[in-house]
Nanobody
Framework: QVQLVESGGGLVQPGGSLRLSCVASGRIFSVSAMGWYRQAPGKQREWVASISSGGSPNYAGSMKGRFAISRDNAKNTVYLQMNNLKPEDTAVYFC???????WGQGTQVTVSS
């Protein structure tokens, strides 16, 4: 199993930016695909972005161009840079690890004026 700890969420105004971080335990980080999902109140969890072990990113359509996923294998950390945030981006954001299917506890992102 892999333990994942997210951070970086908070309250931001529309149009603002946040960077989420997810630190993974264990030695498999560098060979694992990693991803971010989010869940808004009353909605199902949805995929946001993922990055392969080799660093190739993929994004859900509505996030493309505003969000950027990256990873630092030396720090066992995956990031999600979120720009031009909108109220509909409000959700709990979860980190996901692809080898064991592990999830973090989530970090709240609220976009509101």
């Amino acid at each position: 199993q892999v333990q994942l700890v997210e951070s970086g969420g908070g309250l931001v105004q529309p149009g603002g930016s946040l960077r989420l971080s997810c630190v993974a335990s264990g030695r498999i980080f560098s060979v694992s695909a990693m991803g971010w999902y989010r869940q808004a109140p009353g909605k199902q969890r949805e995929w946001v972005a993922s990055i392969s072990s080799g660093g190739s990113p993929n994004y859900a359509g509505s996030m493309k161009g505003r969000f950027a996923i990256s990873r630092d294998n030396a720090k066992n950390t995956v990031y999600l840079q979120m720009n031009n945030l909108k109220p509909e981006d409000t959700a709990v954001y979860f980190c996901w690890e692809g080898t064991y299917g592990s999830w973090g506890q989530g970090t709240q992102v609220t976009v509101s004026s």
